[in-house]
C-alpha cells in the first residue's frame, strides 16, 4: 500500500523536552510538509522539503527543527523553546511542490505535554 | 485580519439537506482553490480543486469560486450522515513553492 505514515499515533511530554515526530511516504514523491492544526486555527505550515537536504521555513517555525537525509523521511524535532507544543501535527507530501499538486496527508500525531 | 476566513460552525442539518459551505479570502494572487475533508482525528483528504471562477460538480458535491468577490462555496446535495466531517478551504498561488493557506474549518454534523 502507497501512503504517509506518521508515528506515534500519541505522544506524551514533559516540559522542557525535545520530542521527535516521525514521518514516512512510500510514494516516490519528492516535496514533504508539516502542519500544525489547533481547534479553530486550521493548518498552520511548519516546514516543508522539496528536495532531499533542503528545507525551508514556514509560517510558524520557531521552537521547531527538521532534517530531511532520505527521500521516503522528514522528521519533526519539537524542542523546548515551543512554549505551547501541545496540538495535531500532520505531515504531507506532493510530487514536486509545486503549486498546483496535491498534498497527501497522513493520519497526524497528536502531541500533548503534560 | 487573516487571508483566508472561514466560519468555524458547527453546522448541523438533517439528512438530505443541501449544505453550503463558504470562505472569503483577501491575497487576489490566490489562483488555486481546494476543499478539504477531514474526519474526526484523522487526515485531511482532497475532495475537489479548481483554478478557474465558475462552478465545477463532482457527484453530489459542487465547488463555486468567484474571484471577483473572492469567495469560494461547497455546496453538498443529498448529505448523508458519512458526510459528517470538518470541511476545510486551502488555496495558494500559482507560482513557485506550494504553500497552501487553510481556512479555520466548518465542523458540519449531518443528522438521519
Known amino acids: 500500500d502507497g501512503g504517509i505514515t506518521q508515528s506515534p499515533k500519541y505522544l506524551f511530554r514533559k516540559e522542557g523536552q525535545n520530542v521527535t515526530l516521525s514521518c514516512e511516504q512510500n510514494l516516490n514523491h519528492d516535496a514533504m510538509y508539516w502542519y500544525r492544526q489547533d481547534p479553530g486555527q486550521g493548518l498552520r505550515l511548519i516546514y516543508y522539503s522539496q528536495i532531499v537536504n533542503d528545507f525551508q521555513k514556514g509560517d510558524i517555525a520557531e521552537g521547531y527543527s527538521v532534517s530531511r537525509e532520505k527521500k521516503e523521511s522528514f522528521p519533526l524535532t519539537v524542542t523546548s523553546a515551543q512554549k505551547n507544543p501541545t496540538a495535531f501535527y500532520l505531515c504531507?507530501?506532493?510530487?514536486?511542490?509545486?503549486?498546483?499538486?496535491?498534498?497527501?496527508f497522513g493520519p497526524g500525531t497528536r502531541l500533548t505535554v503534560l | 485580519q487573516k487571508e483566508v476566513e472561514q466560519d468555524p460552525g458547527p453546522l448541523s442539518v438533517p439528512e438530505g439537506a443541501i449544505v453550503s459551505l463558504n470562505c472569503t479570502y483577501s491575497n487576489s494572487a490566490f489562483q488555486y482553490f481546494m476543499w478539504y475533508r477531514q474526519y474526526s482525528r484523522k487526515g485531511p483528504e482532497l475532495l475537489m480543486y479548481t483554478y478557474s471562477s465558475g462552478n465545477k460538480e463532482d457527484g453530489r458535491f459542487t465547488a463555486q469560486v468567484d474571484k471577483s468577490s473572492k469567495y469560494i462555496s461547497l455546496f453538498i446535495r443529498d448529505s448523508q450522515p458519512s458526510d459528517s466531517a470538518t470541511y476545510l478551504c486551502?488555496?495558494?498561488?500559482?507560482?513557485?513553492?506550494?504553500?497552501?493557506?487553510f481556512g479555520q474549518g466548518t465542523r458540519l454534523t449531518i443528522n438521519p
Open positions: 486551502a488555496m495558494s498561488v500559482i507560482q513557485g513553492a506550494q504553500k497552501l493557506v
Open positions: 504531507a507530501s506532493s510530487i514536486q511542490g509545486v503549486s498546483t499538486d496535491t498534498q497527501y
